[in-house]
């Protein structure tokens, strides 16, 4: 199921980059209010609640019998049941802080049931459900690659191109520094160079684009991208699980130094890890 009773609106993807690390779920827009009932998205078992005044805020973790767990931040409030137990812990504790774990028994949970209600607690800028798939070893999974679906037929869209010199002798059109060249657009999944480039040394490619979803009013991240050449693949990369640490990739994924001189963001077509 859709994990909130509210329009199938969002305002960020899997994987798009946040100050320092990756976005590890999806966040569902719910247009400036609070109060959307949040639903099982499958049957399973209320296995952790938290409360904070900071990131995730109030959170919900539902525990599925497939073994993933679906995890539901920035919620308003709990079930009364959940609240009045979060209560108790508070002044068990006391502190607001709180992070307490259930067994499978206590509170069990049916597909479509009300686990909670969406809100804007922890560190958010507004009212919306930020929404994960985690599997057995915590690592976040795609939620759209677990069975969410969203309508969607607006392919990326591509703005530049940029040639990068990987070392002090190479070179993009006579010059050892990056070059940032417009695309033609031809179609709605063909882009062009205006002109022929001149290479020489070891040089890599980035590209300047982003995704767009059907009746959405945002751009987001993309979900993939890949390089190959005279059909030979060269390199891709593709949001389908993020691992906490895999934090440190945002600054060789993308290209920092063009986005520090203003040119925006650029996903690299090649790879620092080899």
Known sequence: LWPVQAEKALTAVFGEERPGRYHTGIDIRTFGETGYPILAIESGYIARIRT???????????????????????????????????????????????????TENEYPAEKGDIIGYSGDTGGVSGPHLHFEIRDNNQHTQNPFNYGLAIKDDIPPIVESLAFIPLNRNSYINGVSEEQ???????????????????????????????????NQEF????????????????????????????????????????????????????????
Not at 186 to 213: F, P, R
Not at 222 to 241: E, G, P, T
Not at 246 to 268: C, I, M, N, P, V
């Open 52 to 102: 904070s005044s900071k990131r995730y805020g109030k959170t919900v973790y539902l525990k599925l019998h497939d073994g993933n767990t679906a995890v539901y931040a920035h919620l308003d409030h709990f079930t009364p049941e959940l609240d009045n137990l979060a209560s108790a812990l508070h002044q068990h504790y006391g502190k607001y802080t709180i992070d307490h774990e259930l």
């Open 180 to 214: 940032v060249l417009i695309v033609n657009k031809i179609n709605d999944t063909k882009y062009i160079l205006a002109d022929t480039i001149s290479v020489l040394g070891s040089i890599g490619m980035a590209v300047k684009t982003y995704d767009q979803i059907t």
């Open 219 to 274: 751009n987001f991240g993309i979900y993939n991208v890949a390089l190959s050449q005279n059909n030979q693949f060269i390199y891709s990369m593709q949001y389908d699980q993020i691992n906490w640490e895999d934090a440190k990739d945002l600054y060789t994924e993308k290209s920092y130094s063009l986005a520090r001189k203003g040119a925006g963001k650029f996903y690299h077509l090649f790879s620092h890890h080899q």
